[in-house]
């Protein structure tokens, strides 16, 4: 009895310090070594006698330490009870942690039965479940794998080769040699593991180049007015943070030509289209010389759009709808449904979503935007690239999170996106973090958290296609398929191993 109660000490201790420990990967500042060996602990757990429960405590503690400021942003914006907020959250947590139990349950009769199947078809399983996270419900791809290894010398240049999806593939592939290595006490698997990642980071670093816009770089400001949100419209504070903008906005346009950009919600609550005076006012700035990229809300036939709009000297009008929406935060999902839920955010529930991609044209730029979540699905920017897009834009607003992980954690999805297709990507956002992001993921400039200011930079776009842009399925397909073949195999392994034990009577 005291061996079995220390058993499951040990197991739960996994459980509890390796989510905690994963979690640890996506905060403001994560560990080079770490992201390495921080998932071990969870694929060690499928050795276990209850691997579906132990998976499932693990993915809650993960999901608990790493989007902790959900439940404060519901109590402040929502204006729900504390007890309520914090409700929701562990029942978010607890829904997200399903997916952890689902691998784990599936995963624990490949790691039994070891070889390929279990090096290989590990990773493979881990990939499909991410795949199915970021599909259904229309998608939650955050806090995935691959973001553990953003600071990864050659993670992201290899990313335009093999995706994110890649990248998480080799991430699990690594941890999971070096969790065979500790239970089998087989050292050549993990040294197989972290062989094939050691070898491909620095051949993608030496040879994932995209290629440049032929003419010389056009600038680019970006405004960070560091405004907080208003939890009712209030008219005297609204106005003063939309002057706030258009001062650092006349600031801002100190050279002709140079596009200012505003982040999301920093003219709010702007109606671009219905207001004379607002509309006068965005463009006696551009009439100072610089074109003006910025967003609105917009009522067309009774149907609301977030949108973007770009405005250039002489009169030229460009507008992108959003096309992926946060739902329960922009929209509520079967609205029917769930005619209870009361909006969490500004206009929640009233928008919708555009089906098209619309380039935004600058100079010889054609911009691609994505407004605030749309930049964690990786498939859509790629659409954006196929279809031109030279330079990439993401407007946001992360105030609503305060000085939390979040704005960190959304800010790796930018880098991601910039190295998987190999094009610039500009960030705007209202507190933090705005940064110059170069085609390789790196950040060529950055205002942190909380600083008030215009990030002054220049913008180059790129041409061509990285392979990952090309063929972004291809990475998902071999997944599942290899996943697919992986449990077959495990399935049938089992099937023998029962025969054998019970072998039928004539």
């Given at each position: 009895m005291a061996n079995q109660r220390g058993s499951l000490a040990l197991w739960l201790a996994l459980a509890v310090g390796g989510g905690a420990t994963w979690a640890a990967q996506f905060g403001p500042r994560g560990f080079l070594v770490a992201p390495w060996l921080a998932l071990a602990p969870l694929l060690l757990l499928l050795g276990s006698p209850w691997p579906a429960r132990l998976g499932f405590?693990?993915?809650?503690?993960?999901?608990?330490?790493?989007?902790?400021?959900?439940?404060?942003?519901l109590v402040t914006y929502g204006q729900l009870p504390v007890w309520l907020s914090w409700l929701l959250f562990v029942l978010l947590a607890a829904f997200l942690a399903l997916y952890w139990a689902a691998f784990a349950g599936l995963g624990a009769r490949l790691w039994r039965r070891g070889g390929w199947v279990a090096l290989l078809g590990l990773p493979a399983l881990w990939v499909t479940l991410e795949l199915v996270r970021g599909w259904l419900f229309s998608g939650f791809p955050w806090n995935v794998a691959n973001y553990a290894w953003v600071d990864v010398p050659g993670a992201l240049p290899l990313?335009?080769?093999?995706?994110?999806?890649?990248?998480?593939?080799?991430?699990?592939?690594?941890?999971?040699?070096?969790?065979?290595?500790?239970?089998?006490?087989?050292?050549?698997?993990?040294?197989?593991?972290?062989?094939?990642?050691?070898?491909?980071?620095?051949?993608?670093?030496?040879?994932?180049h995209g290629a440049a816009r032929p003419g010389p770089p056009q600038a680019v400001r970006l405004l960070q007015p560091n405004i907080a949100n208003l939890v009712h419209y209030e008219p005297l504070p609204a106005l003063r943070n939309y002057a706030r903008v258009l001062a650092m906005s006349r600031q801002a346009c100190d050279e002709p030509g140079a596009l200012v950009i505003w982040p999301e919600s920093a003219g709010w609550p702007f109606d671009y289209p219905r207001d004379a005076n607002l509309r006068q006012d965005v463009w006696n700035l551009v009439d100072l010389g610089c074109p003006l990229l910025f967003n609105s809300a917009v009522e067309e036939k009774g149907r609301w759009y977030n949108a973007a709009f770009l405005l250039t000297p002489g009169g030229g009008e460009g507008r992108y709808d959003k096309r992926h929406l946060v739902p329960f935060g922009e929209y509520v999902p079967a609205k029917a449904l769930f005619p209870f839920i009361d909006s969490l955010a500004r206009n929640a529930g009233d928008f919708t979503a555009a089906k098209d991609v619309t380039l935004l044209p600058w100079g010889s730029e054609r911009l691609g935007v994505a407004i605030c979540f749309e930049v964690i699905f990786p498939g859509e920017v790629a659409e954006a690239v196929r279809q031109g897009a030279t330079s990439l834009v993401t407007i946001t607003n992360d105030a609503w999170y305060g000085d939390t992980s979040a704005p960190w954690q959304h800010f790796r999805a930018v880098r991601f996106r910039a190295a998987e297709e190999r094009r610039p990507f500009v960030r705007a956002a209202i507190t933090g973090i705005s940064a110059l992001v170069r085609a390789d993921g790196s950040v060529a400039a950055l205002l942190g958290p909380f600083e008030q200011g215009v990030l002054r930079g220049e913008l180059r776009g790129a041409v061509g296609l990285s392979p990952y842009a090309r063929r972004p399925w291809l990475g998902q397909v071999l997944a599942v398929v290899l996943a697919a073949a992986a449990l077959l195999a495990g399935w049938r392994a089992k099937a023998t191993r029962s025969e054998i034990k019970e072998p039928r009577s004539e």
């Open positions: 405590l693990h993915g809650v503690v993960f999901w608990l330490a790493g989007i902790p400021w959900i439940a404060p942003t990313a335009s080769w093999v995706g994110p999806w890649g990248i998480s593939f080799l991430v699990v592939l690594t941890n999971g040699g070096v969790a065979s290595a500790i239970a089998r006490r087989r050292w050549q698997t993990g040294a197989l593991a972290l062989l094939v990642p050691l070898i491909l980071l620095p051949l993608a670093g030496r040879f994932a």
